[in-house]
């Protein structure tokens, strides 16, 4: 009788760890596309940003900004509540692709808080509206080249990210 329970609690012990180490991939695997959309609608609002801008509609550039800015927000919220876990998985191409991601978003982030700026003087004055743009046009390719390494990592390991 005494075995029994030995094996039975061992047996206990080795589903509650199991569960707890996948515990951490299954939140991060239910953050992951909720992050991505938030990425790519502010990358559609930034886009429908600029072309409000350069068809002289202000105010839908600047409401689309916002939309923007909301969006990478949104998305900094989950990459915090990622990161929170990630540090414990194992492989380190998840952890890569996660690090990648919080770069591509930080850049991102830059360029739209710099479009808004452009956007806010945009009647103003045309060198510090120059400057604005060219910032953000800089910050946002150095986004788009983390998010072209990202994908890199994820076509490359097709086993690792089912997407």
């Known amino acids: 009788m005494r075995n029994k329970i030995i094996v039975i609690a061992i047996l206990v012990f080795v589903?509650?760890?199991?569960?707890?180490i996948n515990s951490d991939m299954d939140s991060i695997n239910q953050s992951i596309p909720k992050?991505?959309?938030?990425?790519?609608?502010?990358d559609l609002n930034f886009n429908l940003a600029v072309d409000g801008l350069n068809s002289n509609k202000?105010?839908?550039?600047?409401?689309?900004?916002?939309?923007a800015i909301g969006n990478f927000k949104n998305a900094k919220i989950n990459i915090e509540?990622?990161?929170?876990t990630y540090k414990n998985l194992n492989n380190t191409k998840y952890v890569t692709y996660i690090d990648l991601i919080?770069?591509?978003?930080?850049?991102?982030?830059?360029?739209?808080?710099?479009?808004?700026?452009?956007i806010q003087v945009y009647s103003?004055?045309?060198?510090?509206?120059?400057?604005?743009?060219?910032?953000?046009?800089?910050?946002?390719?150095?986004?788009?080249?983390i998010q072209m390494e990202r994908y890199?990592?994820?076509?490359?390991?097709?086993?690792l990210f089912n997407q």
């Open 35 to 42: 992050l991505n959309d938030n990425i790519k609608n502010g």
């Open 102 to 118: 919080s770069k591509e978003l930080e850049f991102k982030t830059n360029a739209t808080l710099s479009l808004q700026s452009a």
């Open 15 to 20: 589903i509650a760890i199991s569960g707890c």
């Open 81 to 84: 509540d990622i990161k929170r």
């Open 124 to 145: 103003g004055e045309k060198t510090t509206f120059n400057r604005y743009v060219d910032n953000a046009n800089d910050y946002m390719k150095n986004g788009v080249a």
């Open 58 to 67: 202000i105010a839908n550039a600047n409401a689309k900004i916002e939309l």
């Open 152 to 159: 890199k990592l994820v076509l490359n390991n097709p086993d």
